[in-house]
Nanobody
């Protein structure tokens, strides 16, 4: 059974940093692309960053230069380092795993709140 467990969210002042972690179990982690999305209540879930099995990365324009996605296959973990946080980064952040079939598995989410 696939399980994705996020952690690391919290309250931070604008300009601060947080590092999110997502530990995966029940999958062969190293062969999957992984990603982070975020969602504000009442809005759609938006793409933030993705890392391929080969460590290629891509980012939403809104976070380029501030956020960094990385992975540690030995720990079955994907990270999101978030620097220079802005109030508009406030959201629930979700870890995602892309199956070969194209479907996505989701974590339960972790709240990030950035105060001005």
């Amino acid at each position: 059974q696939v399980q994705l467990v996020e952690s690391g969210g919290g309250l931070v002042q604008a300009g601060g940093s947080l590092r999110l972690s997502c530990v995966a179990s029940g999958i062969t982690f190293s062969i999957n692309d992984m990603a982070w999305y975020r969602q504000v209540p009442g809005k759609q879930r938006d793409f933030v960053a993705r890392i391929s099995r080969g460590n290629n990365t891509n980012y939403a324009d809104s976070v380029k230069g501030r956020f960094t996605i990385s992975r540690d296959n030995a720990k079955n973990t994907v990270y999101l380092q978030m620097n220079s946080l802005k109030p508009e980064d406030t959201a629930v952040y979700y870890c995602a795993r892309f199956r070969v079939s194209g479907t996505i598995d989701w974590g339960q989410g972790t709240q990030v709140t950035v105060s001005s």
